[in-house]
């Protein structure tokens, strides 16, 4: 991404959008900010729309398009006919431990997205794990700053070296969804500066993160948007930041307050806090024009660094809408091989993984997500995906000619009646596969029509004829033909928010009118479903029809959904998945998320796998002792049977590749690169942080420092899985490590070396893992902290090295009473090792030596 200073000559614009006559110097940016009036400059500091910015043809400006991310370039619109690559979910990348791969994955999202005509991705989340139980958890990379910070600087380099500015975000103490747009986050300075702070400076310092997103909620009483401590002093004061501050959806309520803290931008528009009201508040001096000058100079840096300031032209994404051909979609080699570096290994008995073709020639293949994966979270993190490989598709394509696989459901998880199979709705009226929608006004009078292949729809600013929306009188009509595979029972259900009229073969079976939530998101993650039960044979179809009239007072995305599903005795389900595994050589169960568990708008109350799978995955196990389990969740899950399978693999949201990754992984073919970014627990008491929704409209942060495997230590509880762990398929010695260097100075990195040597009998690949403890350790500090992280590879018998920098701020910690860092005095220790509870070596470091 290109750089400059804000007073540099301007390209080519002049104040009247003409180029300059030969000879004349280029206006500066100061100069052209000077000529506009101060209702210009202000209309230029709200959205437009709900992804775009305004232009200013005086300026030479384009609108800039911004899109959702953070796993897949959605674009402006959520549509199946514009398909989005979906990549592993950041809690998965985290996983990877592997910053050089998630620069490469990045860069290619970068370059999906500037095909879509995007300038800004709404990306990286950088907040931490505070909490298992957080809704929008798998969105994190991990529960460790260190780990966030250098997965997250290499998300952002690869981003911004496409030319997509990164919103890095949400800044911050939004680790919670409920009640995220009201909560009051209360943390410490210290806890603040060590933990939820650092990931947000090293974007800034070290990747020159373009945007930076203040969240919804509150901080010690003091909104993020309007938090001047936050957004003045630390981000653009301390930090140096250049870029713009961002409102984070609709976040921004306030006029004065929001504008003299620091915020930049206010999103969406067209409406908003500041417009005609910012304006006055400057006439009136309660805010300084020149604030709204620096407002308007980051904004120009950016569209300089996205090529969106330049002379007035027919430019991709001026209207919003994706630019001229196809999207340049991300290699799908890569996502696959990324996928599988995601997989961590988490169990291994008697090494049942890799299969062993010669001994191997019948796999059940069982569990819902086996048919059914969950391939990434809910809410603005989803897209349309390209292409989606699930496991029961994969795994005997890939074992074909060597062993059989029988793959079975084994039983449902799904709390929303999912989307019909693929091939079995077609549209009434031109037998085309998908549905009709139509769109109606208040009369019921056609006025526009398409043809659909999904069945979960919805709309921002976009596609929607006028008349038909929140507060209007039109209306948004599904038709189909179902044709059932099976007979007996079915259930249909419809979701959306507002009027809801479902009518099977002209009957009317449902009509409910279903609430507003408090969240507008929840309209399309969450909203309101109604439900009906038909009886059909196979082969039998069945002409369906929903009519939906949109809520008044309804916000935020206009979302409509329909599904239908096979009523089965789940009883039957189990017992076909248990005799399947009982007449076959190995098992693999396939257990995680229902669709939609993990989701932005709300936090889980539970770290139990939904429905009977654990049920389902004892019994399996008690019939075949080559049983592997694959868990497909963005965040921990309870395993109370994990001593009793012969494998795990933590599997994640992986995205579109999915089955092909674990097919790659289970045949041998790559190996299961991953690392756990967040401690597994034996038991949901055992976690240092367990609530996620706020009491009495806070969130006290007394914790402290002690979040995920610091906290666990300093309990002296054993997770189940330590934070850092994974088994590869070779197994690794640890035989030097040395630190350089005369002692410890204050403010300076230290450079540790680590000798390691593959004594297994495959090639692989390890990642070195170094924790500092020192002697401010208990008194409510950890008793150790990742410090650094390197990964070797390395041939069976190879010996290898790997250099580690652990920075000077992790020796550090942060004086509240002198507003600064301090440096104890006193010993360290590095220890190295395999994960957080699996050290191997250690050596000491004292401050001047």
Not at 105 to 121: H, P, Q
Not at 156 to 166: E, T, W
Not at 689 to 703: C, Q, T
Request: net charge negative; with cysteine; glycine share 12%.
């Amino acid at each position: 991404m290109t750089t400059g200073p804000a007073d540099t000559p301007h390209p080519t614009a002049t104040t009247s959008g003409a180029a300059p006559a030969p000879g004349t110097p280029a206006p500066t940016v100061p100069e052209l900010i000077a000529a506009l009036s101060l209702p210009e400059k202000v209309r230029l500091l709200t959205g437009a729309a709900s992804w775009r910015t305004h232009g200013s043809p005086a300026l030479g400006l384009r609108p800039m398009i911004f899109s959702d991310g953070p796993s897949g370039a959605r674009g402006v619109t959520k549509d199946e006919r514009l398909p989005s690559t979906s990549l592993p979910c950041p809690s998965a990348c985290g996983a990877t431990w592997d910053p050089g791969l998630i620069t490469e994955l990045a860069t290619a999202l970068g370059a999906e997205a500037r095909s879509k005509g995007v300038d800004v991705l709404l990306a990286p989340t950088i907040n931490l794990m505070r909490t298992p139980l957080g809704g929008r958890g798998f969105e994190c990379f991990s529960e460790d700053p260190v780990l966030t910070a250098r997965i997250a600087v290499a998300y952002v380099r690869g981003l911004q070296a496409a030319g997509v500015a990164a919103a890095t975000k949400h800044f911050v103490g939004n680790d919670s969804e409920t009640g995220r747009w009201t909560y009051n986050a209360v943390i410490s300075e210290p806890v603040l500066r060590e933990l939820y702070l650092a990931p947000f400076e090293a974007c800034v310092r070290e990747a020159g993160t373009g945007l930076v997103m203040a969240a919804y909620n509150t901080v010690n009483g003091t909104p993020a948007t309007g938090h001047a401590w936050l957004l003045r002093k630390i981000l653009k004061g301390e930090w140096g930041f250049d870029g713009v501050a961002v409102s984070d959806w609709s976040a921004a309520r306030t006029t004065v307050p929001t504008a003299v803290a620091g915020l930049d931008l206010a999103m969406p528009g067209p409406d908003g806090p500041w417009g005609a009201d910012l304006v006055q508040a400057v006439l009136d001096g309660l805010v300084p024009e020149a604030l709204i000058d620096d407002k308007l100079t980051r904004i120009l840096r950016l569209a300089h660094r996205v090529g969106a300031l330049a002379t007035p032209a027919s430019v991709p994404g001026l209207d919003g809408k994706p630019g001229p051909g196809p999207a340049v979609l991300a290699d799908p080699d890569l996502v696959r091989r990324a996928t599988a570096a995601s997989f961590v290994l988490l169990r291994n008995e008697g090494t049942v993984l890799p299969f062993d073709a010669g001994t191997i020639g019948s796999i059940a293949l069982v569990g819902p997500n086996a048919v059914h994966p969950v391939i990434q979270g809910g809410g603005s993190a989803a897209v349309a995906p390209v292409t989606v490989s699930t496991p029961a598709a994969a795994l005997p394509a890939a074992l074909a000619g060597s062993a059989t696989v029988t793959v079975a459901q084994g039983c449902r998880t799904w709390t929303a009646v999912p989307g019909p199979a693929t091939g079995s709705i077609s549209d009434p009226q031109t037998g085309e596969p998908g549905l009709r929608l139509e769109f109606r006004d208040g009369d019921g009078a056609l006025i526009g029509h398409e043809h659909r292949t999904a069945t979960e729809l919805a709309w921002w600013d976009e596609g929607l004829p006028p008349g038909v929306g929140w507060d209007k009188p039109g209306s948004v009509v599904l038709l189909t033909r179902f044709r059932a595979a099976t007979t007996g029972p079915h259930l249909i259900g419809v979701a959306g928010v507002g009027h809801l009229t479902l009518t099977v073969d002209g009957t009317m079976v449902a009509d409910t009118v279903t609430p507003v939530p408090d969240d507008p998101v929840l309209t399309m993650t969450r909203p309101g479903e109604v439900r009906a039960a038909v009886s059909l044979q196979a082969g039998q179809e069945a002409d369906i029809m929903l009519d939906f009239r949109p809520a008044e007072g309804g916000d935020g995305p206009l979302a409509v959904r329909l599904g239908i599903a096979a009523d089965v005795d789940e009883d039957i389900l189990i017992t076909e998945a248990v005799h399947a595994a009982a007449c076959c050589d190995a098992a693999v169960v396939v257990v995680g998320s229902a669709e939609a568990a993990e989701s932005e708008g709300f936090d889980r109350d539970t770290l139990v796998l939904p429905g009977r799978q654990d049920e389902l995955v004892a019994r399996v196990a008690a019939v075949n002792d080559a049983t592997v389990v694959v868990v497909n969740a963005g965040m921990p899950v309870l395993m109370p049977w994990a001593d009793d399978v012969a494998a795990i693999i933590y599997a994640w949201l992986p995205g579109q590749a999915m089955g092909e990754a674990l097919a790659d992984v289970v045949t041998g073919r790559a190996e299961p690169g991953g690392r756990l970014p967040v401690t597994l627990p034996a038991r949901e008491s055992d976690c240092p942080v367990l609530h996620a929704i706020p009491r009495n409209g806070r969130i006290d942060y007394a914790e402290g420092l002690l979040i995920g495997y610091r906290g666990y230590d300093a309990a002296g509880i054993t997770p189940m899985f330590a934070f850092g762990h994974g088994l590869g398929y070779t197994q690794w010695a640890y035989e030097a490590v040395s630190v350089a260097g005369p002692g410890l100075v204050p403010g300076e990195d230290v450079r540790v070396t680590v000798t390691v040597r593959n004594v297994g009998s495959r090639p692989g690949r390890e990642v070195v893992q170094a924790y500092v403890g020192g002697p401010a350790a208990g008194r409510g500090r950890p008793v150790r902290v990742l410090g650094a992280f390197g990964t070797v590879t390395a041939a069976p018998g190879e010996r290898a090295e790997v250099v580690l920098t652990v920075p000077a701020r992790v020796f550090a910690v942060y004086d509240q009473a002198s507003a600064g860092w301090s440096w104890p005095g006193g010993l360290f220790t590095i220890a190295v090792g395999r994960s957080s509870r699996d050290l191997r070596l250690e050596a000491a470091i004292r401050p001047g030596g």
